[in-house]
Protein backbone atom coordinates (compact mmCIF):
# COMPACT_ATOMS: atom_id res chain seq x y z
CA UNK A 1 0.00 0.00 0.00
CA UNK A 2 1.17 3.62 -0.54
CA UNK A 3 -0.04 7.31 -0.14
CA UNK A 4 0.89 9.59 -3.02
CA UNK A 5 0.58 12.95 -3.46
CA UNK A 6 -1.00 14.54 -6.73
CA UNK A 7 -1.14 18.26 -7.93
CA UNK A 8 -4.45 18.81 -8.19
CA UNK A 9 -3.93 22.63 -9.53
CA UNK A 10 -2.59 26.03 -9.31
CA UNK A 11 -4.18 29.44 -8.07
CA UNK A 12 -2.00 32.56 -8.02
CA UNK A 13 1.29 30.44 -7.60
CA UNK A 14 0.07 28.41 -4.87
CA UNK A 15 -0.42 24.25 -5.55
CA UNK A 16 -3.18 22.45 -4.15
CA UNK A 17 -2.23 19.24 -3.38
CA UNK A 18 -5.04 15.43 -2.99
CA UNK A 19 -4.03 12.46 -1.92
CA UNK A 20 -4.20 9.18 -3.22
CA UNK A 21 -4.25 5.80 -1.10
CA UNK A 22 -2.97 2.92 -3.44
CA UNK A 23 -4.93 -0.21 -2.32
CA UNK A 24 -3.84 -3.62 -3.84
CA UNK A 25 -6.53 -5.36 -5.78
CA UNK A 26 -6.13 -8.52 -3.52
CA UNK A 27 -6.87 -6.16 -0.57
CA UNK A 28 -10.14 -4.75 -2.06
CA UNK A 29 -11.12 -8.52 -3.19
CA UNK A 30 -10.73 -10.10 0.36
CA UNK A 31 -12.49 -7.03 2.18
CA UNK A 32 -15.64 -7.13 -0.30
CA UNK A 33 -15.64 -3.38 -1.38
CA UNK A 34 -16.42 -2.63 -5.44
CA UNK A 35 -15.59 0.29 -7.20
CA UNK A 36 -18.38 2.54 -6.72
CA UNK A 37 -18.54 1.96 -3.14
CA UNK A 38 -19.02 5.30 -0.99
CA UNK A 39 -16.65 5.49 1.80
CA UNK A 40 -16.44 7.42 5.18
CA UNK A 41 -12.67 8.12 7.18
CA UNK A 42 -12.53 7.81 10.83
CA UNK A 43 -9.42 9.20 12.29
CA UNK A 44 -8.29 7.55 15.56
CA UNK A 45 -5.38 8.76 17.08
CA UNK A 46 -2.62 9.19 14.77
CA UNK A 47 -4.28 6.34 12.59
CA UNK A 48 -6.78 6.46 9.65
CA UNK A 49 -10.13 3.94 9.65
CA UNK A 50 -11.77 3.84 6.21
CA UNK A 51 -15.06 1.68 6.37
CA UNK A 52 -17.76 1.34 3.54
CA UNK A 53 -20.95 3.55 4.07
CA UNK A 54 -24.12 2.03 5.51
CA UNK A 55 -27.30 2.26 3.30
CA UNK A 56 -28.81 4.70 5.42
CA UNK A 57 -26.49 7.18 4.99
CA UNK A 58 -25.76 6.91 1.47
CA UNK A 59 -29.26 7.48 1.24
CA UNK A 60 -28.72 10.84 2.95
CA UNK A 61 -26.42 11.75 0.73
CA UNK A 62 -28.01 11.23 -2.11
CA UNK A 63 -30.64 13.16 -1.30
CA UNK A 64 -29.57 16.12 -1.38
CA UNK A 65 -28.59 16.25 -4.61
CA UNK A 66 -28.13 19.96 -6.13
CA UNK A 67 -31.05 21.14 -7.81
CA UNK A 68 -29.84 22.84 -11.63
CA UNK A 69 -30.97 25.81 -12.74
CA UNK A 70 -30.82 27.48 -16.27
CA UNK A 71 -28.26 30.04 -17.35
CA UNK A 72 -31.18 32.19 -17.77
CA UNK A 73 -31.98 31.77 -13.80
CA UNK A 74 -28.54 31.81 -12.46
CA UNK A 75 -28.37 34.94 -15.15
CA UNK A 76 -31.41 36.55 -13.55
CA UNK A 77 -30.33 36.25 -9.68
CA UNK A 78 -26.51 36.99 -10.72
CA UNK A 79 -28.29 40.32 -12.13
CA UNK A 80 -30.17 40.89 -9.41
CA UNK A 81 -27.93 40.63 -6.78
CA UNK A 82 -25.71 42.61 -8.18
CA UNK A 83 -28.04 45.61 -8.97
CA UNK A 84 -28.79 45.61 -5.41
CA UNK A 85 -24.89 45.24 -4.07
CA UNK A 86 -23.50 48.19 -6.68
CA UNK A 87 -20.23 47.61 -4.56
CA UNK A 88 -19.96 44.38 -5.42
CA UNK A 89 -19.71 41.00 -3.70
CA UNK A 90 -18.12 37.90 -4.08
CA UNK A 91 -18.71 34.64 -5.01
CA UNK A 92 -19.38 33.08 -1.46
CA UNK A 93 -21.59 36.18 -1.18
CA UNK A 94 -23.42 35.20 -4.24
CA UNK A 95 -23.44 32.00 -3.13
CA UNK A 96 -25.22 32.53 0.40
CA UNK A 97 -27.92 35.46 -0.84
CA UNK A 98 -28.73 33.43 -3.99
CA UNK A 99 -28.36 29.73 -1.94
CA UNK A 100 -26.13 28.53 -4.90
CA UNK A 101 -24.73 24.84 -3.61
CA UNK A 102 -21.91 24.74 -6.42
CA UNK A 103 -18.39 25.53 -4.75
CA UNK A 104 -17.32 27.08 -7.78
CA UNK A 105 -19.52 29.50 -10.80
CA UNK A 106 -19.29 27.31 -13.97
CA UNK A 107 -16.58 29.28 -16.00
CA UNK A 108 -18.55 29.58 -19.62
CA UNK A 109 -21.61 30.95 -18.04
CA UNK A 110 -19.55 33.56 -16.02
CA UNK A 111 -18.13 34.54 -19.73
CA UNK A 112 -21.43 34.44 -21.17
CA UNK A 113 -22.31 36.80 -18.14
CA UNK A 114 -19.58 39.65 -19.11
CA UNK A 115 -21.39 39.90 -22.16
CA UNK A 116 -24.76 39.72 -21.46
CA UNK A 117 -24.81 41.36 -18.19
CA UNK A 118 -21.77 43.56 -18.52
CA UNK A 119 -20.13 41.71 -15.13
CA UNK A 120 -16.83 42.34 -14.21
CA UNK A 121 -14.72 40.99 -12.02
CA UNK A 122 -11.98 42.75 -9.94
CA UNK A 123 -9.59 41.58 -7.61
CA UNK A 124 -9.21 43.14 -3.84
CA UNK A 125 -6.67 41.98 -1.55
CA UNK A 126 -9.06 42.35 1.70
CA UNK A 127 -12.30 40.60 0.00
CA UNK A 128 -10.36 38.27 -2.97
CA UNK A 129 -12.39 39.07 -6.54
CA UNK A 130 -15.45 41.32 -7.03
CA UNK A 131 -18.02 40.71 -8.72
CA UNK A 132 -19.87 44.05 -10.15
CA UNK A 133 -21.85 45.70 -13.19
CA UNK A 134 -20.18 47.81 -15.04
CA UNK A 135 -22.18 50.41 -14.47
CA UNK A 136 -20.37 52.78 -17.11
CA UNK A 137 -22.14 50.01 -19.85
CA UNK A 138 -25.11 49.83 -18.16
CA UNK A 139 -26.06 52.96 -18.09
CA UNK A 140 -25.40 54.08 -21.75
Known amino acids: MRLQKQL ?19 TIEKIGWKEVEWLKEEIQGKNL ?3 PLKNKEIEFLTSKKEVKISYE ?3 RKIEFSLKNNPSGLTWTEIKKIENF ?15 DIHLIRIRDRNRGIIWRLNQKIKNL
Open 8 to 26: SRVVDDKEYAKWIIVIPPS
Open 49 to 51: LIK
Open 73 to 75: EFK
Open 101 to 115: HQKVPNNRWVKKLEE
